[in-house]
């Protein structure tokens, strides 16, 4: 139980172009779900947090208009990179929580972006 | 949220048994504590979960002392396969907000 999948794995794309990835949680139905990136070699940076039917809550210096969340439904968000740069270019993993109880999250595999 | 300090890196020889220790002296009285693994290119996978003195699982047990300022994982006989890095996170239950702020990770290599 308590699976997180992210499509796509992997995406290459033209700089200047938009980028979503989708987040869903398989068996369990998450209120909340987080977004992190990842450098090479470096830990995760949790980047908002999203909450169903409600705007995400981005991290200081973190753009919004950049970085559109959306949590439509109890098992499903979606991160678009918008008009997507070079330096954009990182490990994007999303988290789901369990309600209730502990805060245990259930991290998804991550999706390898790359901006040519 | 309670800041975490955990070694850098760490070698253990196959068959050992690992003891990665991390230290949360601003743990608050309900902040569970816990410890996930991280392969390279993959998310991180949830390992074990305490609040206080001993939880024991499938893969791993988790030591936590009265104090709770610090606690220890503990992986049995280490194989190849555990060679990944090893986060430690306190955070306090609930339903909305109480996001996870991650610190630098252990790097265990687990040496033939």
């Known amino acids: 139980g308590a699976v997180v999948s992210q499509h796509p794995s992997r995406v290459i794309c033209k700089s200047g172009t938009s980028v979503k990835i989708e987040c869903r949680s398989l068996?369990?139905?998450?209120?909340?779900m987080f977004w992190y990136r990842q450098f090479p070699k470096k830990s995760l940076m949790l980047m908002a947090t999203s909450n169903e039917g409600s705007k995400a809550t981005y991290e200081q210096g973190v753009e919004k208009d950049k970085f559109l969340i959306n949590h439509a439904s109890l098992t499903l968000s979606t991160l678009t990179v918008t008009s997507a740069h070079p330096e954009d270019s990182s490990f994007y993993i999303c988290?789901?929580?369990?309600?209730?109880?502990?805060?245990?999250?259930?991290f998804g595999p991550g999706t390898r972006l790359t901006v040519l | 949220l309670a800041k975490t300090t955990q070694p850098i890196s760490m070698d253990s020889y196959e068959g050992q048994e690992v003891n990665i220790t991390c230290s949360h002296n601003?743990?608050?009285?309900?902040?569970?504590i816990t410890w996930y693994q991280q392969f390279p290119s993959q998310g991180p996978r949830f390992i074990i979960q305490?609040?206080?003195t001993k939880v024991t699982n499938e893969v791993a047990s988790l030591f936590i002392p009265a104090d709770r300022k610090s606690s220890t994982l503990s992986l049995p006989r280490v194989s190849l396969s555990d060679t990944a890095v090893y986060y430690c996170l306190v955070a306090p239950p609930g339903n909305t907000g109480n996001q996870f702020y991650f610190g630098t990770g252990t790097s265990l290599t687990v040496i033939p």
């Open positions: 601003n743990i608050a009285t309900n902040d569970y």
């Open positions: 988290s789901a929580r369990l309600a209730g109880g502990p805060n245990t999250q259930y």
């Open positions: 305490g609040y206080k």
């Open positions: 068996d369990f139905q998450a209120t909340t």
